[in-house]
């Protein structure tokens, strides 16, 4: 008996370091995946910031699209715009380009 009472108090010894490792293995992954974790959702929180910053600059922009929309341009606009962006002229004007 005392034998087998030798053997039985080895293999608890042995499960119990067993058990030690295995939680001590767990605990190590879990945390290595915490920080993990943590860190993307820093960098996720920073790229929601500036996606909600950039919906807001779209939202300002559209509104004064809008309001432009709303607007239709004067027709002193529209003759300077068409010179200054296409190079149009009226018909009986005479363009004088500079030699260089």
Known sequence: MAKRSVRTARMAKRSVWLIVIIAVILTMVLSFRWFYLHKENQVLSRNIEVLTENVSRAEEE?????????????????IRIARDKFNLAFPNEIILVPED
């Open 62 to 78: 559209q509104e004064v699209l809008e309001e432009k929309r709303s607007h239709p341009l004067s027709k002193e606009d529209m």
